[in-house]
C-alpha cells in the first residue's frame, strides 16, 4: 500500500479545470494540494473534484492566493490560516489529516513587488514557523507541500549567476525557509534526486519552459517519520507542456503505509 501527495500551483483552478480533470484522471493521486485558486470558496470547481471521487477543504479569496487540500480518503481537523491574531486577508494557508498525516497546503508570498511586499515574504515565512511551534508535532508524520517561492539552493535556479541577489533566490528568503524546515522538515524531492537541473515553475515569457530555464520552487517536506516511508518524489513535467498549462509542474511524492 502506499500514499501518494501532490502539490501543484495551478494559477487559476477554473482556467485550468479540464486540465486538472484530466491530469487527476491520469495520475491520480490520494492527496493533492493545491495552490493559487484565484476563486472565492462559492465560486470553486468542486463538482470537477467529487466526480474525480475527492473531498475537498479549501481556503479561496477572489482573484488572488487561495489554497485548498483533495482526498480520497476523509478529512480531518481541518485548520484554515495561521490563527496567530495577525489580519492577513489573504488565503495562503490549510491544513488537514488524511490517513494519518497532517498535510499542510501553502502559497508563500512572492515577494517581487517592492519592498513591503519582500517584507510581508519574509515575516510571513516567520509565521509559518510559528505555527508549527505551536499548532504541530515534528515526532509525528507531516507533510509540509506547496509553491514556497523560493528556490532553496543555487542547484535548483537554470542560471545561478543570473539569478543572484534576486527575488525567489536571495541569501534573505533561503534564510527564512531554512529557519521554517529546521523545526524538523526534509526535502524529500531532494532524497531521490541530490542532483541540480531539475524545476518546478518556468516563466511564461522568453520560451522559458522550451529552453528548460526554470526554479525548483514548488516542494514537499516532510518530518522524519513520513521522510523514511518515502519511496518516490518526482516533478511532472509532462503537465506543463501544451495550451492553456499552468507554469507550474505538479510534484508528487509517494509514501509507504
Known sequence: MALSIATWNVNSIR???????AW?????????????????DKAFPREL????????????????????????????????GL???????????IAATVAGVRVISVY????????????????????LRGWLDRAADPAVPLALCGDFNVAPEDR????????????????EERAALARVTAWGLTDVYRQFHPE??????????????????????????????????????????????GQNASDHAPVIATFST
Open 156 to 171: 535548483d535556479v537554470h542560471d545561478p549567476a543570473a539569478w543572484a541577489g534576486q527575488v525567489l533566490c536571495t541569501p
Open 108 to 127: 508563500v508570498p512572492n515577494g517581487g513587488m517592492g519592498p513591503e511586499h519582500f517584507a510581508y515574504k519574509l515575516a510571513w515565512l516567520g509565521r
Open 24 to 40: 487527476l484522471a491520469a495520475s491520480g493521486p490520494d492527496v493533492l494540494c493545491l495552490q493559487e485558486l484565484k476563486v472565492e
Open 196 to 241: 541540480g537541473g531539475k524545476y518546478s515553475w518556468w516563466d511564461y515569457r522568453g520560451l522559458s519552459f522550451f529552453k528548460d530555464q526554470g526554479l525548483r520552487i514548488d516542494q514537499v517536506w516532510a518530518t522524519a517519520s513520513l521522510t523514511a516511508r518515502a519511496t518516490a518524489c518526482e516533478i511532472d513535467r509532462v503537465a506543463r507542456k
Open 49 to 80: 473534484f467529487t466526480a474525480a471521487g475527492y473531498e475537498v477543504a479549501l481556503h479561496g479569496q477572489k482573484t488572488y492566493n487561495g489554497v485548498a487540500i483533495a482526498s480520497r480518503t476523509p478529512l480531518t481537523d481541518v485548520a484554515i
Open 15 to 21: 482556467a485550468r479545470a479540464e486540465r486538472v480533470a
Open 83 to 93: 490563527d496567530d491574531g495577525v489580519d492577513d486577508p489573504q488565503a495562503r494557508f
